[in-house]
């Protein structure tokens, strides 16, 4: 079995101490019903694996993102919800190495949305069980950074623009962005930005880049005037 499985561990990034921790997060109830003697199903590395997922995700937006806690929700439900986890599983080849029973395979188990997506959770904690966590949080991150981003693209406000144009609706009133401060290491800064209006001070913004603390900013004047 274990050679099998080498194509899935080179997939994932991971190579087993203890192969029979991969062996159960591959198979389903469906297997073991079969009279599979011995053979555990993947139910309870789920629910490790679900508990893992939600707590490396969180951190990480927690630390690498400056929105408020309801989108920081979202964001979290978005990159973890079973599309994602099925997409992440298709992306390994889960379904090619899953243990299913006959009857469960016949119908499509394989390709089942729900199977893939609580077997991604199951890999992620054997991950965790055998290596701990710094391999379980590069296994999570691998998926969880690019989904990230793309739902940040997808849903992202130009909180800049909808401020220049409720501005520009009285003439002679001036936007400026100036950058008040920075802090961090190089590689890891962290940007101060306000925006006057007619030197007056309307909002102030965190963010990795001048560019995303000028939008915060904006986004915070838009609060404060009753737009966001």
């Known amino acids: 079995m274990a050679k099998e499985l080498s194509q899935l561990m080179e997939s994932i990034g991971y190579t087993f101490k203890d192969v029979r921790l991969l062996e159960k997060a591959l198979t389903h109830s469906s297997f073991t019903n079969e009279g599979r003697l011995g053979q555990e199903c993947y139910e309870r590395l789920e629910f490790l694996g679900d508990s893992l997922l939600g707590f490396i995700t969180a951190r990480h937006l927690y630390t690498n993102d400056r929105g408020p806690e309801g989108e920081l929700t979202k964001l979290r439900a978005a990159v973890v919800c079973e599309q994602a986890l099925c997409a992440y599983s298709k992306t390994l080849g889960i379904g090619d190495h899953m243990r299913?029973?006959?009857?469960?395979?016949?119908s499509g188990g394989a390709t089942r949305p729900?199977?893939?997506a609580d077997m991604y959770e199951a890999v992620l904690a054997a991950i965790y069980l055998d290596g701990g966590m710094e391999p379980a949080e590069k296994f999570v991150l691998r998926f969880i950074i690019p989904?990230?981003?793309?739902?940040?693209?997808?849903?992202?406000?130009?909180?800049?623009?909808?401020?220049q144009e409720i501005v520009q609706q009285n003439p002679g009133e001036r936007l400026e962005y100036?950058?008040?401060?920075?802090?961090?290491?190089d590689h890891c800064k962290t940007f101060i930005s306000e925006v006057h209006l007619n030197s007056n001070v309307i909002g102030t913004g965190r963010g990795r880049s001048k560019k995303e603390s000028e939008q915060q900013a904006a986004r915070e004047a838009l609060k404060l005037m009753g737009y966001n």
Do not use: C, M, N
């Not at 981003?149 to 623009?161: C, G, L, M, P």
């Not at 100036?178 to 290491?185: A, K, Q």
């Open 100 to 106: 299913l029973g006959r009857g469960e395979r016949q």
């Open 114 to 116: 729900s199977i893939l």
């Open 147 to 163: 989904e990230a981003e793309a739902q940040r693209r997808r849903h992202f406000k130009d909180y800049k623009t909808a401020l």
């Open 178 to 185: 100036v950058l008040s401060g920075e802090s961090g290491p």
